[in-house]
């Protein structure tokens, strides 16, 4: 059963960095894409960036692209999300998801965690 815990989130003024972590386990996850989503009050949970765990090639939404890293480290089963910049508008909930590569759709989320941006 593969779990996912997030942590790293909290309160930071505008400008100002996080950096997420989510500790993965329960299976090996070479062939397994890892993404981060997000979802503010009263929106639609929206994709923020993925990595492919095998080869570390990674994707992002236009609107953190620039802003936002996202990195695995295979030693601790561990994927990371460095927020640079951040706007009042990145606040909102952030998930770890999983899903292996042939699948269409995330099977396994984490619990997330708060990030709040004041101005």
């Known amino acids: 059963q593969v779990q996912l815990v997030e942590s790293g989130g909290g309160l930071v003024q505008a400008g100002g960095s996080l950096r997420l972590s989510c500790v993965a386990s329960g299976r090996t996850f070479s062939d397994y894409l890892m993404g981060w989503f997000r979802q503010a009050p009263g929106k639609e949970r929206e994709f923020v960036a993925r990595i492919r765990w095998s080869i570390g090639t990674t994707y992002y939404a236009d609107s953190v692209k620039g802003r936002f890293t996202i990195s695995r480290d295979n030693a601790k089963n561990t994927v990371y999300l460095q927020m640079n910049s951040l706007q009042p508008e990145d606040t909102a909930v952030y998930y770890c998801?999983?899903?292996?590569?042939?699948?269409?759709?995330?099977?396994?989320w984490g619990q997330g965690t708060q990030v709040t941006v004041s101005s």
């Open positions: 998801a999983a899903r292996t590569s042939g699948s269409e759709s995330y099977d396994n």
